[in-house]
């Protein structure tokens, strides 16, 4: 059993970031030592320039598109906003009547937030895709839905595999079906990207971040198809497609394109570990403790994420329990750390509110160990009866 007095941690926490691959790491530390703008034209402008599109080819080969498919971004949550707001802008701006967006209700705040902001601010009627208790969104709702109000529809987005529950979508389904309509259709990929077999030429935009592949966080992509023009959101020297203007991070992106070569060429076997992993971990917890339940798809979702919830404890007491005796896990995404309401994601599966409060995600990655397996159930019995109790005082 894992000394529990000891340093070591057991980092649970991988589908908030998960620690940089080595080969990403060679990748930046080489390129940060060199000098030269991608944007100028002198001989270190020019090497920086090929690493650049180096790296673009090989983001492009892993995810099966064109290098020209490939906007180079600040990160996954930049990404999001580019395709959402600007594919919203520049297709009202051809024509006025369409102002309807789709999303599913369990998107990350990086679609969530630009979508209620498009409703709230620029007049979009918002149109929220329902999930059934698994997760996973109702096609036969959206086909409904383009039948009725197509030619009002500006754009569909649904993610590619939730970042709480785990569940994979079906995404080219749906993006078949907007396709027939002509509607464009976009993808968070996060937490897809690097855990999955993805085939970006199936959407018509995806995002992808770095540091959820192992590479560093900060650097991320827009995969958009040719053809598609969103307004820029910010105003520059015109890099990227005249996109997304700003000095292209030449060591970034050369990190995150071997993340990304990486975490193809031993997906297989990693997947497969980890999984094994994740359901060793779910097995040990419904085994050790009672009244949990696990949430998401068991069969189609990601390989390393187990979200339960605890009947009778708060999450957050739960997680600080856990993390004083060296378990590191989460709520849900990262971004609403600390925010006291109940997850949108688990309240659109039907979850009642006092009920979602009492979960945890625990995620697991490339560097994920038997012994945070370990080390999780040893400690939870004890941190579940004390959280019980203090939940049952109040």
């Known amino acids: 059993m894992p000394d529990l007095t000891g340093d070591a941690v057991a980092y649970l926490d991988h589908a908030a970031t998960t620690p940089v691959r080595p080969e990403a790491l060679a990748a930046l530390t080489e390129e940060l030592a060199q000098v030269g703008n991608p944007s100028s034209q002198h001989t ?3 090497r920086a320039r090929r690493v650049v599109e180096e790296s673009r080819e090989a983001i492009a080969a892993a995810l099966g598109v064109r290098a020209g498919d490939v906007v180079l971004t600040s990160g996954g949550t930049e990404a999001d906003n580019l395709a ?17 967006v789709l999303a599913s209700a369990v998107e990350h705040h990086a679609v969530l937030d630009p979508v ?10 918002v ?13 036969g709702w959206l086909k409904s ?16 595999a939730n970042n709480e529950v785990g569940t994979i979508q079906p995404v080219a389904e749906a993006a078949a079906l907007c396709a027939e309509h002509g509607i ?10 690097g855990s999955l077999p993805v085939d970006a030429s199936a959407v018509d935009s995806l995002a992808l971040s770095g540091h959820k592949t192992g590479g560093p966080v900060g650097v991320g992509a827009l995969v958009l198809r040719r053809g598609l023009s969103p307004v820029p959101l910010a105003f520059g020297g015109g890099q990227e497609r005249e996109i997304r203007s700003g000095t292209v991070d030449a060591a970034g992106f050369a990190a995150l394109a071997a993340a990304v070569t990486a975490s193809m060429a031993d997906m297989d076997l990693r997947t497969a ?18 009244d949990v339940v696990r949430n998401g798809d068991p069969e189609h979702s990601l390989p390393g994420i187990a979200h339960l919830t605890f009947a009778g404890c708060e999450g957050d007491s739960l997680l600080l329990l856990l993390d004083a005796v060296g378990v590191e896990c989460s709520r849900g995404s990262a971004c609403s750390a600390g925010v006291p309401q109940p997850s949108h994601v688990l309240l659109a599966m039907g979850m009642d509110a006092a009920t979602a409060r009492g ?5 697991l990655g490339w560097s994920s160990t038997e012994r945070d397996v370990d080390r999780l159930l040893d400690a939870l019995p004890a941190a579940v009866a004390r959280a019980r109790r203090a939940r049952s005082r109040r």
């Open 145 to 160: 839905e383009l039948a009725d109000n197509a030619e009002r529809i500006a754009l569909v987005t649904v993610m590619w």
């Open 184 to 193: 464009p259709f976009h993808s968070d990929a996060v937490q897809a990207v």
């Open 273 to 290: 570990r980890v999984r094994g992993l994740r359901d060793a971990l779910v097995d040990g917890v419904l085994g050790s403790v009672d």
């Open 84 to 100: 959402v707001l600007g594919l919203y802008r520049a297709r009202r701006a051809e024509d006025a009547s369409r102002t309807r």
């Open 359 to 363: 979960s945890l995600r625990f995620s």
């Open 44 to 46: 270190s402008g020019r």
């Open 116 to 125: 209620d902001h498009l409703g709230e601010r620029e007049g979009a009627d």
């Open 127 to 139: 149109g929220w895709l329902p999930v059934d208790d698994l997760g996973r969104v109702d096609l």
